[in-house]
């Protein structure tokens, strides 16, 4: 990736970010400045097309930041949901707080200070603050024109949007603020219960949509190649669509997300292969002063450093079940002090290199929305299409058609297909909480218990305590 941007925010609490540095000043924001890159005073001030590709390739680095290190969101969401254990045993804290061990100190619920959690809340924050500042830049510049600048809003909102995601399902009933500014960052607007902010995600998804349709037929500014495909405002609306499903699922707006599939990069085509699911935008990696893939593994890695899949993923599966080639035999067992009855014949092995990209929204997931849609839906031929749509997965990974017409079985076997489908992709925690199961996931391995959300994190509390909002 060229020409990064990046920001730290030297508040403990700014628009809901939490990184200081050592050496900030109470109250001062300011960015650090890479030398080929813009000002922000200069970008917010007629920037110019160059300067503004700078503020879009700076989003596209740090759009990653929420999965930038092997502890990051995926890995923690996996092992509260105990689809993966993460092995680090460079700290007990990861198995004591993320699988809530009984020598915890605190219930995650509760802990304002849980270990190791910022992938979930300041990295998104972060990717939402640098949205802002890419969409105030334009808003200020007359170097573009008012149909190219509905391009920048229209991608800025939509990555927006999708980062909005995770501080939500981090914190949940808890709530999130989603009123944060660029030009206002002494000013966040207040916390949103978590029905509330899930509606304001929504608008911004829906807006950038509507900014998209207004954007021409071409970008004014350059992706990488994770957007290969989805690089015109025609097909970044797809994406922005495809968001836009998941996010209307979350909110069992049932016909919102099949209205929004409609628009999106969904395939329903019989024969799909690997290839087809994979389908959809990517983050990429490129190593060297680049950032490496974090959940590339070599063969038999070293189990101090590890993600594996719960034992009883492997067990539980289908015989012929293709999606176990995304994990490799160990020739020795992974085992870890801080879990001592986990003992793990198999490791991740998702992807190739550590220069792979990552889907970060794919067909396959797609599918699997379209069938809870319909099932959930129930109208007219809606549960034997939802049938169907099992069926592209299933024959995509060698497996027998299922076969249903209960609503039950049917939104059960969806689930279950998400399980393996989406394994290790920040789903599982989700699922099962949007379903109220997870009482149902199985702790024996470990003997921790399930969080159902992470305490509110300690410097948003200081910032209420300090603007006197409490």
Not at 33 to 53: F, H, K, R, Y
């Amino acid at each position: 990736m060229t020409m990064k941007y990046s920001i730290i925010i030297k508040l403990t609490i700014l628009s809901g970010l939490i990184a200081i540095a050592a050496s900030c000043d109470l109250l001062e924001v300011d960015p650090v400045i890479d030398p080929n890159s813009p000002s922000t005073a200069g970008v917010l001030n007629n920037a110019t097309a160059g300067e503004l590709q700078n503020l879009v390739s700076g989003l596209e680095s740090v759009h990653r930041n929420y999965n930038n290190g092997t502890s990051d969101w995926w890995s923690l969401t996996g092992t509260i949901s105990r689809e993966l254990y993460y092995i680090n045993t460079s700290d007990p804290t990861f198995a004591i707080d993320w699988l809530q061990l009984p020598s915890r100190s605190i219930d995650a619920e509760d802990n304002s200070n849980f270990f190791v959690d910022a992938s979930g809340y300041e990295a998104p924050y972060g990717a939402i603050r640098q949205s802002n500042l890419l969409i105030e830049s334009v808003q200020n510049s007359e170097n573009v024109t008012d149909t190219q600048k509905n391009g920048y809003y229209g991608f800025a909102n939509t990555i927006k949007a999708y980062q909005f995601q995770m501080p939500l399902m981090h914190q949940y009933q808890n709530g999130i603020r989603v009123d944060v500014t660029f030009a206002e960052p002494l000013n966040p607007g207040g916390f949103l219960n978590y029905d509330n902010a899930l509606a304001e995600i929504r608008a911004i998804a829906d807006e950038a949509a509507t900014q998209l349709q207004s954007a021409g037929t071409e970008f004014n500014f350059d992706l990488t190649d994770g957007f290969d495909g989805f690089d015109t405002p025609a097909s970044m609306l797809e994406v922005n669509r495809a968001i836009a499903a998941r996010l209307a699922i979350y909110a069992e707006d049932w016909q919102g997300a099949l209205d929004a599939l409609d628009d999106s990069f969904l395939n329903l085509a019989p024969g799909q292969g690997e290839a087809e699911l994979n389908a959809g935008p990517e983050h990429t990696f490129a190593g060297g002063n680049d950032q490496f893939n974090p959940y590339f593994f070599i063969p038999d890695a070293n189990q101090n450093l590890l993600i594996v899949p719960n034992p009883a993923l492997i067990a539980d599966a289908e015989a012929g079940d293709g999606r176990l080639d995304k994990f490799a035999l160990r020739s020795s067992a992974a085992t870890t002090p801080d879990i001592p009855a986990l003992s793990a014949d198999y490791q991740i092995d998702v992807y190739n290199s550590a220069t792979s990209s990552m889907p970060f929204i794919r067909n396959e997931e797609l599918i699997l929305i379209y069938a809870e849609a319909l099932a959930q839906r129930n109208q007219g031929s809606d549960l034997a299409d939802a049938v169907d749509a099992i069926n592209i997965i299933r024959s995509a990974w060698g497996l027998p058609d299922f076969a249903s017409t209960d609503q039950n079985a049917i939104i059960d076997q969806i689930l279950e297909e998400r399980r393996y489908s989406l394994w290790g992709e920040g789903h599982r925690w989700i699922d099962m909480r949007r379903y109220d199961r997870l009482g149902d996931i199985d702790t024996s391995i470990d003997g921790g218990r399930v969080a159902t959300q992470i305490g509110r994190p300690q410097g948003e509390i200081d910032w209420e305590s300090f603007s006197g909002n409490n």
